[in-house]
């Protein structure tokens, strides 16, 4: 029972036969999905997934179960686990509870934000690095093809060009990768400082 209950709540009832439909506690897998922070939408798939069994799900203790699993959801270190890990809330927290768990959510998903600056500032300069590592060597094979024995006076002067755009191409790109990492370190010094101050907060 316990197996197919968790398989439940994972599946949303998807493949849940007859039997399992009458043998399911609803007022645990309210309780499981109050403590995930789920809506009470997702009920509306246990239902419609148990009544092709011909089973009728019973809202009122999932609903009991439901509202006993959101007073453990909606805690404060909850929120900011949630937030911290970029998940979303949705509002289903009781007046009384969720002003604390938005507060604590409000400062996790803050956290969420500068790692994620700090993060999209090193996949911006590993791209770009990229981007010049591809024009130098285009750079090099041009030249190689320059100095050949093999190439005309129309192949040089076309070669010639073609190097006059690349060197621009490679000091535009090491300007931006230089603005890049002068970003990243001021997104840097922001994570550290709120790291320190969040960290005060004891969640």
């Given at each position: 029972?316990?197996?197919?209950?968790?398989?439940?709540?994972?599946?949303?009832?998807?493949?849940?036969?007859?039997?399992?439909?009458?043998?399911?506690?609803?007022?645990?897998?309210?309780?499981?999905?109050?403590?995930?922070?789920?809506?009470?939408?997702?009920?509306?798939?246990?239902?419609?997934?148990?009544?092709?069994?011909?089973?009728?799900?019973?809202?009122?203790?999932?609903?009991?179960?439901?509202?006993?699993?959101?007073?453990?959801?909606?805690?404060?270190?909850?929120?900011?686990?949630?937030?911290?890990?970029?998940?979303?809330?949705?509002?289903?927290?009781?007046?009384?509870?969720?002003a604390g768990f938005v507060d604590a959510y409000n400062d996790g998903y803050h956290l969420?934000?500068?790692?994620?600056?700090?993060?999209?500032?090193?996949?911006?300069?590993?791209?770009?690095?990229?981007?010049?590592?591809?024009?130098?060597?285009?750079?090099?094979?041009?030249?190689?093809?320059?100095?050949?024995?093999e190439t005309t006076t129309e192949q040089r002067i076309i070669l010639l060009a073609e190097?006059?755009?690349?060197?621009?191409?490679?000091?535009?790109?090491?300007?931006?990768?230089?603005?890049?990492?002068?970003?990243?370190?001021?997104?840097?010094?922001e994570l550290d400082n709120y790291q320190v101050t969040v960290a005060d907060y004891g969640?």
């Amino acid at each position: 029972m316990c197996a197919a209950l968790a398989m439940f709540v994972m599946s949303g009832c998807a493949t849940m036969s007859g039997d399992e439909c009458m043998a399911t506690d609803w007022s645990a897998v309210g309780y499981e999905d109050g403590a995930r922070g789920y809506t009470s939408e997702r009920f509306s798939k246990y239902r419609k997934a148990c009544a092709k069994q011909g089973v009728t799900a019973n809202f009122t203790a999932y609903q009991a179960g439901r509202e006993q699993g959101l007073v453990e959801y909606c805690q404060p270190g909850r929120g900011y686990s949630v937030g911290v890990n970029g998940g979303r809330y949705y509002g289903v927290c009781s007046v009384e509870l969720e002003a604390g768990f938005v507060d604590a959510y409000n400062d996790g998903y803050h956290l969420y934000t500068l790692r994620s600056n700090v993060n999209n500032a090193d996949s911006r300069i590993s791209a770009k690095q990229r981007e010049l590592d591809s024009v130098e060597d285009a750079m090099l094979h041009a030249e190689a093809a320059l100095i050949a024995k093999e190439t005309t006076t129309e192949q040089r002067i076309i070669l010639l060009a073609e190097l006059k755009d690349l060197s621009e191409d490679t000091g535009r790109l090491e300007a931006e990768i230089r603005d890049l990492h002068e970003q990243r370190a001021r997104y840097q010094v922001e994570l550290d400082n709120y790291q320190v101050t969040v960290a005060d907060y004891g969640y």
